[in-house]
C-alpha cells in the first residue's frame, strides 16, 4: 500500500484510523478506500466478508455509524 494512498474519513475529527468490532470484542483497525472497500491497516488486505461492517468506529474520537456517513473530503 502507498503512503500517499487516499482513504475515507472520520466526519467528526477526519482521521483514517478507523476500526471495526467484532462479535468477540476483538478490534480490527481498517481504512476505508474511496470505493468503500475496506482493507487492514496494517497489511492492506481486504477483511473478511464474515466481519460485521455495518458500524465504522474512530479510534480518535467518539464517533461511529454507518459506512456511509464517512467523509471523503481528504486530508494531506
Not at 478507523?18 to 487492514?40: R, T
Not at 477483511?47 to 456511509?68: H, K, M, V
Amino acid at each position: 500500500m502507498k503512503e500517499s494512498q487516499k482513504y475515507m474519513l472520520c466526519p467528526q475529527c477526519g482521521s483514517r484510523r478507523l476500526y471495526i468490532k467484532a462479535e468477540s470484542g476483538e478490534e480490527h483497525f481498517v481504512f476505508v478506500m474511496p470505493d468503500n472497500s475496506i482493507v487492514y491497516a496494517k497489511t492492506g488486505e481486504p477483511i473478511p466478508e464474515d466481519l460485521e461492517t455495518s458500524q465504522i468506529r474512530c479510534a480518535d474520537c467518539s464517533w461511529y455509524g454507518p459506512l456511509r456517513k464517512l467523509t471523503n473530503r481528504f486530508m494531506y
